[in-house]
């Protein structure tokens, strides 16, 4: 058994005790989270059972436990955060119940002593304005400059100390995200990581009132540090040294020679091509001639080439606080560029400068939103505006989107559409109708003004008011029926038509992500981490773990209280049926796909609730015993 330990903090009373994990069974924060699913009123996080290593990609923090957004069991991960984490000498915390008021919860090791401390802030008067930063930014400066002074006898790993903290949308709605820089030159630097999906922030605030945590320590573990060890796993596996093998694996994320660019943004958006989702995913209707010229003249021609020049030929790259070969934040000055993001609250948003997208991801991030949650609802708003469904004024907006694509100034027109995008993300913050979700939004607004904004909306329903607007890729797997979705626990590549084996691809890719969850490793390397974590971890710590079936299992668990509810809206349906059609012209041999775009044309409701049924099954099947 896997030695590992477990702090409980009982919020209201401030008490506290450390104790092993006694379940053999439990080996990644992912296993041990799982026993309390059905307990809202606990909050989970921890770092995998690797975090003390030299292993690259092992310090990943993860956060799981019922979602306000999704309304089920969540994982939410950010990078780099367990490598200070590891100097508490413990691998999770479970918080329970509530602080009196809002407060910043201070993590502490000495000498095998823990220290856990509550302390009251004014959150909301911080995120107003500290120094010369508003929200997230403001409260992560202010919790370092008024604690960091108890942690100087901690160990320096990229900083004594890590800061997670929130935004006001943690406080105002059910979209909160968590973020954490890593401590750089003194101070909380540029490169914040965040557990953006699934509200995760908006449950520490509004089930616990923790607006903050603090953390470090000086407990230090040497038993897996030894290189030779973990080269022989890889040797024997690759024939390659460990950082050989993990340099190879992580090319797309640093620099891929083939696109001339690297990271998310830079290899997604070369390759991308007719595949583009723009103007709140309404460029599935044009042709895929169309839809290459706005990827040329808007994305190669300027959106990406400033990427490229400013980021990728300097090379402006940095990690998320462990050392690592992939260097996969891509930056500009205090701005780190990611694909989801600048796609969700860039091209989708009727955004396609630099300029402008910085300035829409900046204040989106400063507010704390799970980025890609409010792209959804920042493009969605565009659109219902741009079609006169809904006025400006019912809204209290100013503005009005630039969304005409044939006659689009580039540099004004995004900029004109990021403000707006600001003026709708303090829309969300300020008016309740807005507070949950977009499922949620266009259902009071069509009930409120009699009309159809859902059928504009885009997103993945769960339960009854469970929402999830999808990752920013063309393919059928990203709406799915998956107990969790929000993340890669599905197949997300364009290359499947057929409903029922992508449930099945759907089911195996779930079991294989949570190799990286699960072990608290960054999927970035999941090049490896699928082939070789299973034998690191079992001749490690004298195991004999079948990381198939006991992951296989997890899934099984997960999917018990699937509670997925079929596509609500039509732009949803139309993304899958415009799919088939534009499958077909890259595959015009596929039988599979030809049937199915000759049902979604006959009646594409129907067609799309057996695609959809089809799916399910193909998930279920896969997950039986």
């Known amino acids: 058994m896997i030695p590992q330990k477990v702090l409980y903090i009982d919020a209201s009373t401030g008490k506290f005790r450390v104790e092993d994990v006694k379940d053999e069974n439990v080996i990644?924060?992912?296993?041990?989270?799982?026993?309390?699913?059905?307990?809202?009123?606990?909050?989970?996080?921890?770092?995998?059972?690797?975090?003390?290593?030299?292993?690259?990609?092992?310090?990943?923090?993860?956060?799981?436990?019922?979602?306000?957004?999704?309304?089920?069991f969540y994982i939410s991960t950010m990078g780099g955060a367990a490598m200070v984490f590891r100097h508490l000498g413990i691998n999770y915390v479970i918080i329970e119940n509530s602080c009196p008021e809002h407060s910043v919860l201070k993590l502490k090791r000495e000498k095998d002593e823990f220290s856990v401390v509550f302390e009251r802030v004014d959150a909301e008067k911080i995120w107003k304005g500290y120094k010369d930063k508003i929200g997230f930014y403001a409260l992560q400066e202010f919790v370092f400059d008024n604690y960091k002074d108890e942690y100087n006898h901690c160990i320096d790993d990229f900083g004594k100390l890590r800061i997670l903290a929130t935004g006001p949308a943690a406080l105002k709605t059910n979209m909160g995200a968590i973020g954490s820089a890593y401590i750089e030159a003194g101070k909380p630097g540029f490169v914040d990581c965040w557990a953006g999906r699934g509200g995760i922030g908006s449950k520490l605030v509004q089930k616990h009132k923790i607006v903050a945590i603090i953390y470090g320590g000086d407990y230090k573990d040497d038993s897996l540090t030894n290189i030779n060890e973990f080269n022989k796993y890889f040797q024997d596996k690759f024939q390659k040294k460990m950082m050989i093998k993990d340099t190879e694996a992580t090319t797309k994320y640093r620099y891929d020679p083939k696109y001339k660019s690297g990271g998310t943004l830079g290899?997604?958006?070369?390759?991308?091509?007719?595949?583009?989702?723009?103007?709140?995913?309404?460029?599935?209707?044009?042709?895929?001639?169309?839809?290459?010229?706005?990827?040329?003249?808007?994305?190669?021609?300027?959106?990406?080439?400033?990427?490229?020049?400013?980021?990728?030929?300097?090379?402006?790259?940095?990690?998320c606080g462990e050392a690592c070969p992939a260097v996969c934040k891509k930056m500009r000055d205090e701005y780190k560029k990611d694909y989801e993001p600048y796609e969700a609250l860039g091209p989708n948003s009727g955004v396609f400068d630099q300029r402008a997208a910085e300035r829409l991801n900046h204040y989106a991030d400063a507010m704390g939103f799970d980025a890609i949650q409010a792209g959804g609802i920042?493009?969605?708003?565009?659109?219902?505006?741009?079609?006169?469904?809904?006025?400006?004024?019912?809204?209290?907006?100013?503005?009005?989107?630039?969304?005409?694509?044939?006659?689009?100034?580039?540099?004004?027109?995004?900029?004109?559409?990021?403000?707006?995008?600001?003026?709708?993300?303090?829309?969300?913050?300020?008016?309740?109708?807005?507070?949950?979700?977009?499922?949620?939004?266009?259902?009071?607004?069509?009930?409120?003004?009699?009309?159809?904004?859902?059928?504009?909306?885009?997103?993945?329903?769960?339960?009854?008011?469970?929402?999830?607007?999808?990752?920013?890729?063309?393919?059928?797997?990203?709406?799915?029926?998956?107990?969790?979705?929000?993340?890669?626990?599905?197949?997300?590549?364009?290359?499947?038509?057929?409903?029922?084996?992508?449930?099945?691809?759907?089911?195996?890719?779930?079991?294989?992500?949570?190799?990286?969850?699960?072990?608290?490793?960054?999927?970035?390397?999941?090049?490896?981490?699928?082939?070789?974590?299973?034998?690191?971890?079992?001749?490690?710590?004298?195991?004999?773990?079948?990381?198939?079936?006991?992951?296989k299992k997890l899934v099984q668990d997960i999917n018990q209280n699937n509670k997925s509810v079929f596509w609500e809206s039509e732009r949803v349906i139309d993304i899958i049926f415009e799919f088939l059609r534009k499958f077909i012209r890259e595959n015009p041999e596929d039988t599979v796909a030809k049937e199915w775009v000759a049902r979604f044309e006959k009646d594409k409701y129907i067609a799309a609730r057996e695609y959809w049924e089809e799916i399910r099954r193909g998930i279920n099947d896969t997950l039986k015993d």
């Open 28 to 72: 990644g924060p992912v296993d041990f989270a799982l026993k309390y699913a059905n307990e809202d009123n606990k909050f989970f996080f921890g770092s995998g059972v690797l975090a003390g290593s030299i292993i690259p990609s092992t310090r990943r923090l993860i956060f799981c436990g019922h979602s306000p957004l999704w309304d089920n």
């Open 378 to 551: 920042v493009s969605w708003v565009m659109e219902c505006l741009a079609k006169g469904i809904i006025k400006k004024e019912d809204l209290g907006l100013t503005l009005m989107p630039k969304f005409d694509w044939k006659n689009f100034d580039i540099v004004n027109d995004s900029n004109n559409n990021a403000e707006l995008g600001i003026q709708i993300i303090n829309l969300v913050l300020t008016n309740p109708m807005f507070s949950k979700s977009i499922r949620q939004s266009s259902k009071e607004l069509d009930n409120r003004f009699g009309t159809k904004t859902i059928n504009l909306a885009v997103f993945n329903a769960f339960g009854n008011e469970g929402c999830m607007v999808p990752n920013m890729y063309w393919g059928p797997g990203l709406f799915s029926p998956m107990p969790i979705m929000g993340k890669y626990f599905q197949y997300y590549k364009y290359s499947i038509a057929n409903p029922y084996e992508l449930g099945k691809k759907n089911s195996e890719r779930m079991i294989k992500e949570l190799y990286s969850d699960n072990s608290g490793c960054c999927r970035f390397h999941r090049g490896w981490i699928e082939e070789v974590i299973q034998d690191i971890i079992n001749k490690h710590f004298n195991l004999n773990i079948d990381f198939f079936a006991h992951h």
């Open 267 to 319: 290899v997604n958006y070369s390759a991308t091509d007719s595949w583009l989702f723009s103007f709140n995913y309404s460029s599935i209707y044009l042709s895929d001639e169309d839809r290459i010229k706005i990827h040329t003249d808007f994305i190669k021609k300027h959106y990406l080439k400033q990427f490229n020049e400013e980021t990728i030929k300097p090379k402006k790259f940095k990690t």
